[in-house]
Nanobody, 118 residues
């Protein structure tokens, strides 16, 4: 079992910045992927960004150039720095942790609300 605790959501004006953080605890496999997904009302959950334990990153096209994902393997934390926020970034953001190989384990955080006002 892996527990994920998120922090850092909130209300911000368009053009502003927020930093989301997520701490993982429990049975941490050394080879894993941590990331952020988001779900807006009435929409499916979608990828925001991921980062492997080796540091490889992947971003959704909608956030490229505006968001930076980083992690601290020693602390089992992942962060998402979001800049130039837009109203369409409003969503519940979920931290995700998964193994990179079999057996496949996937865990989710409880979610943190990000609201961007115009």
């Amino acid at each position: 079992q892996v527990q994920l605790v998120e922090s850092g959501g909130g209300l911000v004006q368009a053009g502003g910045s927020l930093r989301l953080s997520c701490a993982a605890s429990g049975s941490i496999f050394s080879s894993n992927v941590m990331g952020w997904y988001r779900q807006a009302p009435g929409k499916q959950r979608e990828l925001v960004a991921t980062i492997t334990s080796g540091g490889m990153t992947n971003y959704a096209d909608s956030v490229k150039g505006r968001c930076t994902i980083s992690r601290d393997n020693a602390k089992n934390t992942v962060s998402l720095q979001m800049n130039s926020l837009k109203p369409e970034d409003t969503a519940v953001y979920y931290c995700n942790w998964r193994t990179m190989s079999s057996p496949q384990y996937v865990y989710w955080g409880q979610g943190t609300q990000v609201t961007v006002s115009s």
